[in-house]
């Protein structure tokens, strides 16, 4: 059991005790009061009782003591000077802050300068449900039952603020790629916790016109990751397992290419690499990277972990 330094239980609560703590007005009040007054760089920015009472614009001392009450343990901590958000609240109020539970913008389509790897025509992207698609203006793209899509990587709504269409596209491919990859050491971007990987691989690969009938994809590897605990997902192609091996950023440095994988660059080389299939059962491929005549290969095994690298 894991405990506190003290040698107690850690303080939890579950989902729905969580969610009706903060369901209140005068509550997210509290919250959004101390998060005003919160400076990171601040040794102490507890608020005092009254002064919290005030900012809060609470009309009943004993109404706002008790919904305070009820926020302190878990969300807010009382210090000898006042009241402070402890980490779940900062988490809470930073969730709101950043449009992920309150905004709902959308982008309609925009081109960005980039250019699809297949036609080498215009990218264009969208944004809704928190997510930027980056899809081909012309040809079906890697994903055609998604409207010739490239990717669909997240990006909270905060991220959209003072930004052009460019601007969203690489800080899109930023914020995604690096919580990415955590994913591929184990860690859950969302909670901490720990994340199961598995790799799939199409049996009748045939991709030759871009597309393959048998599984309606153009990436004959897909790995899928899992969070245990929150049940946090994502579904990429199997090249994006390898984008950061420092075999691969190696391989690249030594041809004088400067291999930064979050990068709209990066991203377009890992679509270009070839998968052979190695076994169905258990699931494994091969991929191989190629570039002025030298090769490097990546064997993965049925959870997606590079076992062998060979050039």
């Not at 939890?12 to 509290?30: C, K, M, N």
């Not at 601007?167 to 994913?183: K, W």
């Not at 860690?187 to 045939?206: M, R």
């Not at 090249?239 to 691969?248: D, R, T």
Request: proline residues 6%.
């Amino acid at each position: 059991m894991i405990t506190q330094p003290d040698g107690g239980v850690p303080n939890t609560l579950s989902p729905d005790e969580a969610f009706t703590l903060v369901g209140d007005e005068t509550r997210i009040g509290i919250l959004h009061a101390l998060w005003t007054a919160y400076d990171p760089h601040a040794a102490d920015s507890a608020v005092p009782f009254s002064e919290l009472f005030d900012r809060v614009g609470a009309d009943d001392t004993g109404n706002f003591n008790y919904h305070l009450g009820k926020l302190t343990g878990h969300f807010v901590r009382r210090t000898d000077s006042g009241y402070e958000l402890t980490a779940p609240g900062l988490k809470v109020v930073r969730a709101v802050i950043a449009g992920g539970v309150t905004g709902d913008p959308t982008v309609e389509s925009t081109p960005v300068d980039a250019t699809c790897d297949r036609c080498g025509d215009t990218v264009e992207i969208t944004y809704e449900d928190g997510t930027t698609w980056a899809r081909c203006s012309t040809c079906d793209g890697y994903w055609p039952q998604r409207g010739g899509e490239i990717f669909g990587f997240s990006l909270p709504p905060a991220g959209l603020r003072g930004r052009t269409p460019d601007d969203i596209l690489d800080a899109t491919i930023v914020y995604s790629i690096h919580r990415f990859e955590t994913m591929i050491d184990g860690i859950c971007p969302e909670c901490g916790g720990t994340v199961d990987t598995s790799l799939a691989v199409c049996a009748n690969h045939d991709a030759d016109d871009g597309i393959c009938d048998a599984c309606d994809a153009h990436f004959m590897g897909i790995i899928t990751c899992v969070c245990r605990s929150c049940k946090f997902a994502w579904r990429c192609p199997s090249y994006a397992w390898v984008l950061n091996h420092p075999a691969l950023v190696s391989f690249y440095y030594r041809h004088g290419i400067e291999h930064v994988p979050a990068t709209w660059a990066a991203i377009r080389r890992g679509l270009g690499w070839q998968e052979e299939r190695v076994s169905t059962d258990p699931p494994s491929l091969r991929l191989c990277v190629e570039h002025e005549g030298e090769r490097i290969r990546f064997l993965l095994d049925q959870t997606g972990t590079v076992v062998d690298v060979h050039e």
